[in-house]
């Protein structure tokens, strides 16, 4: 047997991995990985650009609103394209339009035309160019593996996304500090070669695509939304990522004046604290990705936010970057064991002609409600310091968690008894 067919067999034995078996999810996961490092580097690189022209929590918090906003406005009008044309163009524009956002960005760094204003103008024309991607892209996992593999693609695109996470925030701050914040956003836009070549590599079956609908996409729009309101399953769901995405995972942003402030280790410590955050969001990520077909997918759930709820306390409570960088694993793994479960159970249960509308919410409680966790966190960060901020918010979600798991609970006993 030869060393190909040796590795396909062992990818079909392996439940953690048996969606890389399919020549198209290989060919996504390889170009995705460089392309998301760059993304990785380039956020790193934008947060201490802003911070180093402002010196600002508040200016931090505006430029991930900015970054967030169009999410929050046009996520379901991705999902509803989604649904409507063939996903792998919508890739390829959006990933060409972001590679030219970034290339962008270097030449304002190295002409030294940068201001907190310009990079803000930036950060939103990303957003605006994700709300139209991030639907395709999540719903574009069924494509490549099937509804068999469903699942397991969707934890390894979370494993693939904290991969990155792991990898591109060290370098990033390896980059900085030695050559400067211009080759950051220059290497992103270098690293969209990747995807878009994979993109074009790709052999999509167009069997099953729905035609395109003589209504209007708002009216589509409502009909997914009275879909998941007449659903509880897809309602708690999208409650809870909703609450953790504003009151949770908001924390990242003042990441820079921890590094910064508290633990004093600048540029370079903010990369090792995002990289330690990916090392856990990867282990929560491939956990998820081999266990989600034999445990209860809610049992995951409230697993995952009990995790993030207790790191994110040690963490606030770390004053040494040794331990803020141990609790940082907890964070991730139990953030991104949450997200993850959520993610896929949410693609399990859609039908198939509603999933890029579906993922289109959930882009948008995942993405599009992050600008106003942001704002206020920065807000209250410059009133209340970051740790007790922080802390807060952690609080909110284990409160929005026990209510929804009480709720839910109630339901499943009142369904047993009838």
Known sequence: ??????????????????????????????????????????????????????????????????????????????????????????????????????????????QHWATPLLVGFFALLLGVVNAFDAPS?????????????????????SALFNSARMIGPAIGGVVIAAYGIGWCFFLNGISFVAVITGLLLMKIERVNRREVSSRSMFSEIREALSYIRQHAIFAAIMILVATVTIFGWSYSVLLPIIADRILKTGALGLGRLLSATGIGALAGALTVASKVSEIQPRKLLYTGLMIFVIAVFCFTLSNTPALAMLSLVGVGFGLVSFFSTANATLQRNAPDHLRGRIMGLYTLVFTGLFPFGSLAIGMLGDRLGPQKTIRLGAMICSLMGALVYSRMRRNRLAGAAS
């Not at 290989?26 to 690189?45: K, N, P």
């Open 137 to 157: 892209r999540l719903s574009f996992v069924i494509d490549m593996v099937g509804k068999e593999d469903l699942p397991n693609g969707v934890a390894l695109n």
């Open 1 to 110: 047997m030869n060393s190909r067919g040796l590795i396909s067999d062992r990818l079909r034995s392996s439940k953690m991995f048996r969606s890389l078996r399919h020549r198209n999810y290989r060919l996504f996961f390889a170009g995705q990985l460089l392309s998301l490092t760059g993304t990785w580097i380039q956020m790193v690189a934008q947060s201490w650009l802003v911070y180093d022209l402002t010196h600002s929590a508040l200016w931090l918090g505006i430029v991930g609103f900015l970054g967030s906003i169009p999410t929050l406005l046009f996520a379901m009008l991705g999902g509803a394209v989604a649904d409507r044309f063939e996903k792998k163009r919508v890739l390829l524009l959006t990933q060409s339009i972001a590679a030219l956002q970034a290339f962008a960005l270097a030449c304002i760094v190295w």
